[in-house]
DNA sequence: TCGTTTATTGAGCCGTCAATCAACAAACCT
DNA sequence: AGGTTTGTTGATTGACGGCTCAATAAACGA
């Protein structure tokens, strides 16, 4: 076995590269040359680890997934009682790992991406269901057979602030971000009651 | 002067197969041929009067963002009080002719294509600028001072539900988007007065 | 009829990019 | 030292797509 294994340090570097690029150009222009130059090496490397274009920006989109999904668990892990796991949740999807720039630019390219390629379709649907299973599991206590709708509108509207984000000049803000979200999640906890249906 | 204007004819022909193509490849993928076949005609007529890929792909948006635009004038125009504003804008957005599958495609693409852009970007931000206005203007008489950050949220809102759409499986269903949208709205403005902040 | 304007296209140039390959370099083992 | 595995790249190829252009067809006016 060699010393030093180098094959995980360089496809952890393409990853971030490309996320990085794909961010700022769009899945449309950022090439191969590009993310491995930003990765410090040549485009034959790139193509010899992951062995194609697409099987890169798979790669770079499970690792977001990854990171966010470990991220989420591990708020979640921490809270005690249903509110706080709504907030570790929330904490999460907003966090400042997850919610920079590039990473939000990545996401929204994921979503076009998703439209043809069936695995990147498959990617986004697991994360989306477990987003859902997740709310659901902390709404339920709080207020039972509204969980399912509830988690929806959440889901939707976390969704809607990353999208916005993508666009928005300032940089991202994680606080206001949660905030906003919040104040949906607030309104739809304190109705209970309120209302008959 | 010609009897029959052909340009504008084709100029639409283009701009609506464009969409149907972007929305089933993207940007990325989509060619001016391909586009062109779909509309009838051949590549280097769609360049004859469009000029370029990118100016076709700004005039596809353009036209998406004015039948959207037009629809709410029409909606708002028919409401008598500040609920069916409310209402009117909802519909609007949802209505059969703007969540239709490849128009959810393509804004979504129009989203990726406004990182590079900045015509594409000054486009969306007039949008977004817009919905916010009509938002607040409904918001006002109900909820006074509160208008702003609700109008942030039902925005918000609506985004994620178009973004969830362009992935989903089944056909766009206007009528679920629009119930799940219109709760957020319900909490928002039944909260008034529950809570001081 | 004939020239002029408008509409349209096939062919091709030019550039780019994903992917391949053969060769080189270096670390390790014996 | 010699050989083997591992890491790396420049050069090349093959394909493709945006865009141009010269040429054709058709509609019209005089």
Known sequence: MRRTNVEPIRKAALVNAAISEIAQAGTLDVTVGQIARRAGMSAALAHHYFGSKEALFLAAMRHVLTVYGAEVRGALALARGPRERLDAILHASFSATNFRRDVVGAWLNFYVLAQTVPEARRLLAVYQRRLRSNLVAALRPLIGAEAGPVADRIGAMIDGVYLREAL??????????????????????????????
């Not at 000049?169 to 249906?197: E, K, T, Y």
Request: no cysteine; hydrophobic share 45%.
């Open 168 to 197: 928005g000049q300032r940089a991202p803000d994680g606080r206001s971000a949660v905030a906003l979200v919040g104040a949906v999640v607030a309104d739809a906890l304190g109705m209970q009651g309120h209302r008959p249906a």
